[in-house]
């Protein structure tokens, strides 16, 4: 009992120093780039989301399949932890229990806030499976709530105001949302806390919405369409903060400015974004193999590097 509670221990101090250390080379790579070109970020979402939280996600996998099994079979069972360690385990604990309050909290704000939009809403129609709501009044004109069975929200000041092609590209937008499972990554995001981080996780934000919009057009009077859905609900809808866990087509954190100005050249400025989940998954699925033909060798070397930066 003693050894397992001292395996937890020596684990999470690893991951709290772990976690640290590629959180602060990533604002560093990340303020780099912003010095070094005059845009903000790299034009594709699924790239700015996977650089957010690859400091958590490399953390919880080399301490879970590799920190805690290397200790477990190759420590000695007597207890020569220091106070340090005893630290750096509490930090590990502060990061996940911050994170998970501000997924609970959010969680509760977000469900509050669509229970009431609920309330008398009606179904209007579905479209590849995604169904479509009609929202009572104080809704968002355009909004997808959901993380694990998102819902597309259709208020009257929309139906109202757009056009039916406008409404039609409009709603393509959210469910490009819906596809790239934006909601969901905002939990992760969310479940993921480090200070300074927050620039990363607007600057993906915004490129959701850009990838949105790519995904919903796919000729030029649809771009110019979604572009004049921007600019009427922009003008008629007031511009209150929309819970965290829901995405809206008039967002906050998009630039309508941006947006319409890219959609107005379009295909000029259009079509940027690359699908990088294939190499990336070749990439990864390459290192599995390599680590799963030499996992001793590898228990090894986590473990030399645990007593290394683990006090």
Not at 25 to 49: I, P
Not at 95 to 121: N, Y
Not at 187 to 207: C, D, H, K, N, Y
Request: aromatic letters at 10%; a positive charge.
């Amino acid at each position: 009992m003693i050894f397992a509670a001292r395996s937890l221990l020596v684990s999470l101090a690893f991951f709290a120093t772990v976690y640290c250390t590629f959180s602060l080379l990533v604002l560093l790579a990340w303020w780099g780039a912003k010095q070094s070109s005059q845009a903000t970020a790299a034009k594709n979402a699924n790239l700015l989301f996977g650089l957010r939280i690859f400091p958590f996600a490399v953390s919880a996998v080399v301490t879970v399949c590799f920190t805690f099994p290397s200790f477990w079979l190759l420590e000695r069972p007597s207890l020569d932890e220091d106070a340090a360690t005893f630290i750096l385990a509490l930090c590990s604990l502060i990061i996940l229990g911050a994170g998970l309050f501000r997924v609970l909290k959010v969680r509760a704000r977000t469900r509050r806030a669509v229970t009431q939009w609920l309330m008398g809403a009606t179904t209007v129609g579905a479209d590849d499976r995604m169904p479509r709501l009609r929202a009572s009044e104080g809704a968002p004109p355009l909004i997808l709530v959901g993380s694990w069975k998102p819902r597309v929200m259709i208020s009257d000041l929309a139906t109202a105001v757009l056009t039916d092609n406008e409404l039609r590209v409009a709603v393509r937008h959210e469910l490009g949302h819906a596809y790239s499972w934006d909601n969901l990554k905002k939990v992760v995001v969310s479940l993921t806390p480090f200070p300074g981080m927050s620039g990363i996780g607007r600057a993906w934000q915004e490129t959701a919405e850009l990838a949105a919009d790519e995904a919903a057009v796919a000729n030029r009077q649809e771009a110019l369409d979604l572009a004049g859905a921007l600019i009427k609900l922009s003008r008629s809808s007031q511009q209150s903060p929309k819970p965290l866990f829901a995405t809206g087509l008039v967002s906050s954190s998009s630039s309508i400015d941006k947006r319409v100005k890219l959609l107005l050249e379009w295909p000029t400025a259009g079509r940027h974004a690359q699908r990088t989940w294939s190499w990336s998954l070749l990439v990864l699925f390459t290192m599995f193999i390599g680590i799963a033909c030499n996992y001793g060798a590898t228990l090894m070397l986590t473990h030399r590097l645990t007593e290394l930066l683990v006090p």
